[in-house]
Nanobody, 120 residues
Framework: QVQLVESGGGLVQAGGSLRLSCVAS????????MGWYRQPPGKQREFIAM???????NYADSKKGRFTISRDNAKNTVYLQMNSLKLEDTAVYYC??????????????WGQGTQVTVSS
């Protein structure tokens, strides 16, 4: 079992920056990918970025440039640096992680979400 706890959300003015953190805990687990999704008000959850255990990254095309994902494997922590925030970045941001499971499958884990509100 893996528990994910996000932090760093809050209220920020448009044009500002925030850095989200997500710490993964769980004994004896090996985490593969970690990433971030978000769910704007009234919309579906959408992919932002993912980082593998080796540091390789993948971004949603619309998030490239303003969002940067990074990972500290020693701390089991993934970060999301968000710059030049816009009103439309207002959403609940969710941390994601997966671990290997039997027969080549994986187990997905989600954090509880952290609110990011961008004001004008």
């Amino acid at each position: 079992q893996v528990q994910l706890v996000e932090s760093g959300g809050g209220l920020v003015q448009a044009g500002g920056s925030l850095r989200l953190s997500c710490v993964a805990s769980g004994s004896g687990v090996s985490i593969n990918s970690m990433g971030w999704y978000r769910q704007p008000p009234g919309k579906q959850r959408e992919f932002i970025a993912m980082v593998g255990s080796g540091g390789n990254t993948n971004y949603a095309d619309s998030k490239k440039g303003r969002f940067t994902i990074s990972r500290d494997n020693a701390k089991n922590t993934v970060y999301l640096q968000m710059n030049s925030l816009k009103l439309e970045d207002t959403a609940v941001y969710y941390c994601y992680a997966n671990t290997p499971a039997a027969w080549g499958t994986r187990t997905d884990y989600w954090g509880q979400g952290t609110q990011v509100t961008v004001s004008s």
